[in-house]
């Protein structure tokens, strides 16, 4: 069975920072492209960050770069995301999310990725 675990969501205040983990069961894992995405309550699911197969190549949302970071480690199946100077604008579910398509470094589109954790929620307060 395959799963994606998020962890590390919680209450912080304005300026703090939170690193979320994903753990992956997934066995194709080294080959998928991992990506972050967060949800707030009636908006739409929008894309974090992105990280290409082999580690390098990453891309953040506008509204994130130079704040927060994206890295995975494929011998321990797991994608991060480390967030610095959290604000009230970074509230919402984050998910980890995983692309099986092949052929480009990463995506960022949802709807190119197939297999999604159960989400952890992350409030930040002013």
């Known amino acids: 069975q395959e799963q994606l675990v998020e962890s590390g969501g919680g209450l912080v205040e304005t300026g703090d920072s939170l690193r979320l983990s994903c753990q992956a069961s997934?066995?194709?894992?080294?080959?998928?492209?991992m990506a972050w995405f967060r949800q707030a309550p009636e908006k739409k699911r929008e894309l974090v960050a992105t990280?290409?197969?082999?580690?390098?190549?990453?891309y953040e949302a506008d509204s994130v770069r130079g704040r927060f970071t994206i890295s995975r480690d494929n011998n321990k199946k797991t994608v991060s995301l480390q967030m610095n100077r959290l604000g009230p604008e970074d509230t919402g579910v984050y998910y980890c999310?995983?692309?099986?398509?092949?052929?480009?470094?990463?995506?960022?589109?949802?709807?190119?990725?197939?297999?999604w954790g159960q989400g952890t929620q992350v409030t930040v307060s002013s």
């Open positions: 997934t066995q194709s894992f080294k080959y998928d492209v």
């Open positions: 990280i290409s197969y082999n580690t390098i190549n990453t």
């Open positions: 999310a995983a692309s099986s398509r092949r052929g480009s470094l990463f995506y960022t589109d949802s709807d190119d990725y197939d297999r």
